[in-house]
């Protein structure tokens, strides 16, 4: 059942860049969406009407949120799961129209202001056009941004003209990012060095290897929810053995994978034994979090509450990461 919760003015429902997989309808009160305009910089804010659902897009792509939810006057909500939203949903058809009229909106505007950032004056399909913003962005520097763009063109184009040119330029920037300071970045990556020999991602010619093939495989169909399916890539990834990146990688999405499947015990026995075989695991606190929310949904929640209690003793004080075991700490404490 959908959980009623509170919040007092001035407070945050979730900050831009957080994982959260929970959709949202303000029932009274007064909520905000900031944002950037991709083409100026400029914040720009959407005003939720009562009534209305909010953060649907990145709970159901499962990616970081690309808003900031603040509450401008004392707001009444209620938060939903995934599965609890799909069932409400199914059974209620203007609901489905309204977020149809909401989402062709917000495309239509995206698309207006990315066509003004690479427009060369021809018509193009969406496809060529969502795969020129990503390397738009990685030729300017723009790491963060090109991510984005280069996985969601892998989402919606798995089998697309670009697929090749997208996996070697993601793989590029992937590299280029976890590199950075990373400042609670969820992003399933791993250092190069990570483990022993093999590590090399790339064959000789500079081209992209059959492992990274296969791993960024995975990834597209963990990305089209096809769960199964992905763990299997991911199993065979770190089967074949000889590339330690990958095999890191692939560890770390086949406990996504069990999660997302509602394997729970199979996922917390993953994640613990990952999380000794790479102790210096670039996504150790993700896995923490999942192996506390596995527990949580259990409904073990002195297990789950102590796990979340670790990620917050680890993570950096207002990264998205320390933010999201917060609250999900308070819930179980609330």
Sequence with gaps: MP???????????????DMNESVFILKSGSV?????????GQELQDI?????????????GKYPREETAFVVKDAEMLSFTVPEFEAVVMQNTRIIMKMLKVFSNQLRRIHKQLS????????????????????????CGKNVQALYALRSYL???????YVTEANENLQRVEILVQNAPRGGMSSPSVSPSTGSGGGQSRSSGGTMSDTAKEYYKGVNLFSQEKYSEALNVFKN???AGGDTEFQAKSQFEVGRCLFSMNNYDTCIKHFSAMIQKYPKHPDMLEA????GNSYEKKEDSIKASGFYKKVLSMASEGTP???????ALDGLEG
Excluded: W
Excluded at 5 to 15: L, T
Excluded at 321 to 327: D, S
């Design 237 to 239: 990834v770190i089967m």
């Design 32 to 40: 905000i969406l900031k944002y950037q305009d991709i083409e100026t």
């Design 3 to 17: 959980k009623p919760v509170r919040y007092k003015a001035n407070s945050i429902v979730y900050f831009k860049g």
């Design 116 to 139: 003004n950032l690479i427009s060369t004056g021809e018509d193009e399909d969406p496809e060529t056009g969502l795969f020129k913003i990503g390397t738009y962005y990685q030729k």
């Design 321 to 327: 990461i320390h933010r999201k075991a917060g609250r």
């Design 48 to 60: 939720i009407s009562t009534g209305e659902f909010f953060g649907v897009k990145s709970a159901l």
């Design 155 to 161: 989402t919606y184009y798995p089998s697309g003209k």
């Design 288 to 291: 923490l979090f999942c192996v």
